[in-house]
């Protein structure tokens, strides 16, 4: 990817986004003649001297991709954006690692040794905001509680964040390009039954990936650990019985992420799952074909939840049709989370749940309290579709001693809950022209 031209220009957009965000706030609140960006302090264990693992505040990361804390971003409609770096003079940890990008040419950049030097070399910044992790630091900037991350401002910031940019989108295609390396690491260490732990070293060995480098824990469970939504345990034992393999992973490329999951089944898997598999496989890919700018989401997730209904009663799960299915909310247990979210420097990026740059929220429908993603689908935003379908115990209990019992088949349930479940998920762009699903030709599903 060639970095300066795209870099150039992503900066040339966020900023004018930025500065449409001040004017749109100093409507609802203050007015700010600028925004302070801070890349976050260092946060630690309690009574430890290890640091927690640092990420970068996203608003400050979208503007550059300066690894470490303490780094503070100025910026101020029409001057150029000025970066004061933080490099401590240290023997016991070295410093900030230093990536081959052409940030540094596009900004006035001063470096100093210690944050309080930083905070130094601005302030004092009265009339200015505050976006980061640390009220300490608005305060040492000489910046006032009332102007530490301001809800109109954040608002916009947010909302803005869903419009990436073309630099965003080829770091997003590279992110996809590693998490394909990972999964086919996977795929392969499968066939040889090998434990989640080791297909876990094989997935970050081949998508050349520290652990914390990932954007989120990889979700690697044979079986039953399929149908905990987030399970992170990742076991040393040999799978038994090895019947299905849930992979959710993804990558991270200069802080964008990619996050695809596949399901396999094993010889010996029954058949209904192998069926439901399928069926799961194609609703996904049909549903990531009609996200396109005017798609309602809502209806998207809607429509997956029928998808499934179809699919439990085709394998003969459930003993009724779709509608009375729906009616009667047999797939909310078998479906507990939303159709997806949106993507980019979060795994779940912010802003999903906004109906307007101003902050108003569209909270998700009371059946589906989990949906991430409610907002007007438009060009320009990358959001996951990931329907899933589980045997999760927890969930099914209440139905199998409520008053829809018998409309499931129990002894088909118990078959196939050792199977744990199946989620299939792709990142999707969404273009003026359609869709365009950035993994799915990098991780076929076989
Ligand atoms: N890949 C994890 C999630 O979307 O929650
Ligand atoms: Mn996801």
């Not at 900037?141 to 991350?149: C, K, P």
Request: charged share 25%; proline share 8%; net charge negative.
């Amino acid at each position: 990817m060639d970095c300066n031209p795209l870099y150039e220009d992503h900066v040339r957009r966020i900023s004018a986004a930025t500065a449409e965000a001040l004017r749109g706030a100093a409507q609802d609140g203050p007015t700010f003649e600028g925004i302070v960006f801070h890349a976050g302090s260092a946060r630690y264990y309690h009574a430890d001297d290890q640091a927690i693992p640092f990420r970068s505040v996203f608003h400050f990361r979208r503007f550059v991709p300066q690894e470490g804390p303490d780094h503070l971003l100025l910026f101020r409609p029409g001057a150029r954006l000025r970066l004061v770096r933080v490099i401590p003079r240290d023997f016991w940890y070295e410093p900030p690692v230093e990536i081959a990008h052409p940030f540094l040419e596009q900004l006035d950049v001063a470096e100093v040794a210690s944050a309080a030097a930083a905070a130094e070399q601005l302030g004092p910044l009265g009339r200015h905001a505050y976006v980061g992790n640390d009220p300490a630091v608005a305060e040492a900037l000489g910046i006032g509680r009332e102007a530490v991350e301001p809800r109109p401002l954040l608002a916009r910031l947010d909302w803005a964040r869903a419009y990436k940019t073309p630099y965003e989108v080829a770091c997003m295609r590279e992110a996809a390009q590693w998490a394909a390396r990972g999964h086919r690491a996977v795929r392969e260490g499968m066939a040889e039954r090998r434990s989640e732990r080791e297909l876990h070293a094989a997935y970050l060995a081949a998508a050349g990936a520290l652990e914390f480098d990932s954007p989120f824990g990889n979700i690697i469970g044979w079986d039953r650990n399929a149908a905990v939504l987030h399970y992170q345990s990742k076991s040393s034992a040999r799978p038994l019985p090895g019947l299905t393999l849930l992979v959710d992973a993804g990558a991270s490329f200069l802080g964008y992420a990619s996050d695809v999951t596949r399901t396999y089944a094993a010889s010996g898997a029954h058949p209904a799952f192998c069926e439901a598999l399928d069926g799961m496989d194609r609703l996904e890919l049909e549903l990531a074909s009609e996200l396109r700018p005017g798609a309602s989401y809502l209806e998207l997730h809607r429509r997956a939840h029928r998808g499934v209904a179809r699919i439990l009663r085709e394998i003969g799960v459930l003993r009724v049709g779709e509608d009375e299915a729906l009616e009667r909310k047999l797939t909310l247990p078998f479906f507990p989370h939303g159709l997806g979210h949106h993507l980019g420097l979060q795994v779940h990026d912010v802003g999903g749940r906004q109906a307007a740059p101003d902050g108003t929220l569209v909270p998700p429908p009371e059946d589906f309290p989990a949906l991430r993603t409610t907002r007007p689908v438009e060009a320009g935003q990358v959001i996951t579709v990931e329907p899933g379908l589980y045997f999760i115990p927890l969930l099914l209990e209440p139905l199998r001693a409520g008053p829809h019992c018998s409309d499931v088949d129990w002894e088909l349930v118990d078959a196939l809950t050792p199977h744990g479940g199946i989620r299939v998920e792709d990142d999707i762009l969404v273009t003026a022209d359609g869709p365009e699903n950035l993994t799915r030709p990098l991780i076929p599903r076989h």
